[in-house]
């Protein structure tokens, strides 16, 4: 298992490139299903649970022909496309639960095997099959899979989501595409990544229309071929912000929409850094004292994401004074704050509030990534300990993480993987 060494402290300077957003291309690669036609996708991430998901579609009939680069994709379907989505391939990515609202919408049935939890949490998807159910789909649940099917189309309805999730709305717009009539969801989650969903099925001569967290869609019969351009990575452009505050650095961040990081650019701002927008880019330059914030709390879009949550944590334990962090989002979403520990944090949890003194003087050590968003956060600790870390089980980063370390030793990190 591959691990990364990290000889710190390290100040970020220079220019990074922000790939394209992994979550943003999942919920689009599960809406081609819906296509006849195929479908040209560019700036797709090279990460792993992109990955997954082409083989993912691959096991259900897709013929998925790569550029050179693997950043660019044309999806092809067949005929009569499977609808049988295993666990060996769910399981290592639960976004594959995003295949079911396509897989209903235009082939009338799927068994796909439950996602299961992850360290994060328990990740239900109770909200996805409640809201599908409502469109006509019929299941039941038997030895971990969902067996789903529908008599004929499903049927627009009127769906109101208990509570905000992203996968839920993303499911539930894509299937409602080929529905019969009109489909009104509220409650729906907004982030940018789901707007760039939308965008790209409207390009495709869907009828999609949103008003705040009200999204109406009106059914068609079928989708037209489409080339799309997907959205850059706001979590991977948030990281990078964070890492230029965190190290009194000198950051360009190029290929990023500054708009869809407003709540984390404002935040950084508190703290001290300096920052300017343009078009395409942000100029971060970090504060030589870090200002602590004492109730930071992550929640949907347009509030601060808690994917960049352990980030965060990370730039609190290096500022002047006491800070709070509360992640309102997923029920276990601090498994950093052990690590961190042990690089000299001082943190105390007590229920979903992370209660960090500051000033910490990070002491290099070994360290363990649990998921995605914790492990980028480890690195980002390392980056500003004194001495060699290194940090283990990197397939963590690799999932969402286009070659993490070739843009940080760009941008002056001493950083090098290891098998
Ligand atoms: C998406 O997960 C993202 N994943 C997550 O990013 C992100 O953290 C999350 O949205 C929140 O922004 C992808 O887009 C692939 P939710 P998702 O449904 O859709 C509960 C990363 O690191 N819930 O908005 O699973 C759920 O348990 C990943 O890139 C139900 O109870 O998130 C959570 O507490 C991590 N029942 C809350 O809602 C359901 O049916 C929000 O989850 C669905 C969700």
Avoid at 352 to 379: C, H, P, Q, W, Y
Wanted: charged content about 25%; some cysteine.
């Amino acid at each position: 298992m591959d691990k990364f060494l990290i000889n710190g402290p390290c100040k970020i300077k220079g220019n990074v490139s922000i790939s394209g957003s992994k979550n943003a291309s999942l919920p689009i690669l599960a809406a081609t299903l819906l296509f006849d036609q195929p479908v040209i996708l560019r700036n797709l991430p090279k990460v792993r649970d992109i990955n997954t998901m082409f083989n993912l579609l691959k096991s259900l009939g897709s013929k998925i022909i790569l550029s050179k680069d693997q950043k660019s994709a044309k999806i092809i379907n067949k005929k009569n496309m499977k609808t049988f989505a295993s666990y060996s391939l769910v399981k290592t990515m639960r976004g594959s639960i995003l295949v079911l609202g396509p897989l209903i919408s235009k082939y009338h049935k799927s068994k796909i095997s439950l996602p299961g939890g992850c360290l994060i949490g328990a990740r239900p998807v109770n909200y996805h099959l409640a809201a599908l159910k409502k469109l006509g789909m019929i299941y039941e649940l038997k030895d971990g899979y969902i067996l789903a099917k529908s008599r004929g189309n499903l049927k627009g309805a009127i769906i109101n989501f208990p509570k905000i999730s992203v996968g839920a709305t993303e499911n539930s717009i894509i299937a409602a595409c080929l529905a019969k009539g009109e489909t009104i969801l509220k409650n729906c989650a907004i982030e940018p990544e789901i707007k760039d969903l939308t965008n790209f099925l409207n390009k495709a001569g869907a009828k999609i229309k949103w008003s705040g967290r009200t999204c109406k869609i009106t059914g068609v019969v079928s989708l037209s071929k489409i080339e799309y351009s997907v959205m850059a990575d706001r979590i991977e452009a948030g990281t990078f912000c964070v890492a230029a505050a965190l190290t009194n650095g000198n950051l360009k961040v190029k290929n990023i929409n500054p708009r869809t990081i407003t709540s984390e650019i404002n935040l950084l701002k508190k703290v001290g850094a300096k920052i300017k927008i343009y078009k395409n880019e942000i100029l971060i330059r970090g504060p030589k004292k870090i200002k602590s914030i004492r109730n930071i709390k992550t929640k949907e879009f347009p509030g601060i994401p808690t994917d960049l949550q352990a980030q965060l944590m990370v730039l609190m334990c290096k500022a002047v004074g006491k800070s709070s962090i509360t992640e309102n989002i997923f029920e276990n979403r601090f498994m950093h704050v052990a690590e961190l520990q042990r690089l000299g944090a001082k943190i105390n949890i007590k229920n979903n509030t992370a209660k960090i003194k500051g000033k910490t003087k990070f002491i290099a050590a070994e360290l363990m990534s649990s998921d995605l968003r914790a492990s980028v956060a480890l690195v980002l600790a390392a980056i500003v300990s004194n001495g060699k870390s290194c940090i283990n089980r990197i397939y963590h980063l690799d999932r969402g993480y286009e070659k993490i370390e070739n843009k940080l030793k760009k941008v002056g990190v001493k950083i090098k993987r290891i098998k």
